[in-house]
């Protein structure tokens, strides 16, 4: 046995605790006190948290001399979604000058006046088939296989189904071909889900959880991100080749309908210098988001 498995045990067991812990204790400690602002002392270090939405704002606005956030970011990055280990400094201006600089896209006509007819025109195709009255998984839409169908006996148009992921799920779907485009979608079926997975294990990749604790929800949580890692990295290798002049593959031939910030952001990071496997997975936080 390693000699510092009773460290990560102890360690485990105050994190799984930490995991699961109810809201009531953050309701205690807001009760507390009357400056909107309480601390939580965690391993040594404190966690200053803010319940005043009015102190939010003022804090959100302070100058970065002050108060900078790039460090949070900066660890959310790495931890939850893989950023590439050769960017270290949460200082860097290529990641927050550059790379972020790229999402100012997403406000521009260019991207809005494709994506919202897209979206629209998604809905419309398919929300009369929101519930497809199938009994079998395999035979129901993707949206309704995280939902649970129960078909009722008595009125074979009439199911009970849990009404968010349901909405949810058909939201995503419908969401995801305006940024990714459709063929990312045709690949990869099941990335909603995936998702779902990798979120639910946030908690644990923040706190730097090891591998190896045989907790399924990390497990899951750790195999969806790789999928995930895996389908980006797929993407940005075809959409480097096209602006390469090379043939993208057989199941990228159609990447016309995929945002132009994905284009631009790739841009970007193939003249940071870094290869393209250790950025492409890093990526999924625009899926994720």
């Known amino acids: 046995m390693a000699y510092n498995f009773p460290e990560e045990a102890g360690g485990s067991a105050y994190r799984h605790t930490c995991v699961h812990a109810t ?14 602002v309480f601390g939580i002392s965690i391993n040594g270090a ?81 929300v009369l088939d929101l519930v497809s009255f199938k009994k079998s998984t395999g035979d129901q839409n993707a949206w309704e296989q ?26 995503a779907l419908n969401a995801s071909p305006t940024l990714m485009g459709s063929a990312f979608m045709k690949n990869y079926p099941n990335i909603i889900q995936d998702i779902w ?45 096209v602006l390469d002049g090379k043939d993208p593959g057989p199941q990228w031939q159609d990447l016309s309908d995929v945002a132009q910030v994905m284009w631009e952001r790739c841009r970007i990071w193939r003249s940071s210098g870094l290869k393209l496997q250790s950025w492409a997975g890093s990526e999924l936080v625009l899926l994720w988001a």
């Open 197 to 241: 997975e990798f979120d639910a294990g946030m908690p644990l990749f923040m706190m730097k959880m090891p591998y190896w604790l045989p907790i399924p929800m990390y497990t899951k949580a750790r195999a969806a991100r790789q999928r995930l890692c895996n389908a980006m990295i797929d993407f940005f290798t075809a959409i480097s080749n």
């Open 23 to 36: 809201d009531t204790d953050l309701l205690k400690s807001r009760s507390a006190t009357s400056d909107g």
């Open 146 to 171: 995280a939902s649970n169908v129960h078909l009722l006996p008595s009125d074979p148009l009439s199911a009970e189904v849990s009404f968010f992921p349901l909405i949810r799920d058909f939201t």
């Open 46 to 126: 404190v966690h200053n948290v803010v319940v005043k939405p009015s102190l939010v704002k003022a804090f959100l606005q302070l100058k970065p001399t002050i108060a900078d956030n790039h460090t949070f970011i900066w660890y959310i990055w790495h931890n939850f979604f893989g950023g590439p280990p050769e960017l270290h400094d949460p200082g860097d201006d290529f990641i927050f000058n550059k790379i972020h600089a790229a999402n100012t896209g997403f406000m521009k006509e260019s991207f809005l006046g494709n994506a919202v007819p897209l979206l629209a025109k998604g809905v419309a195709d398919t």
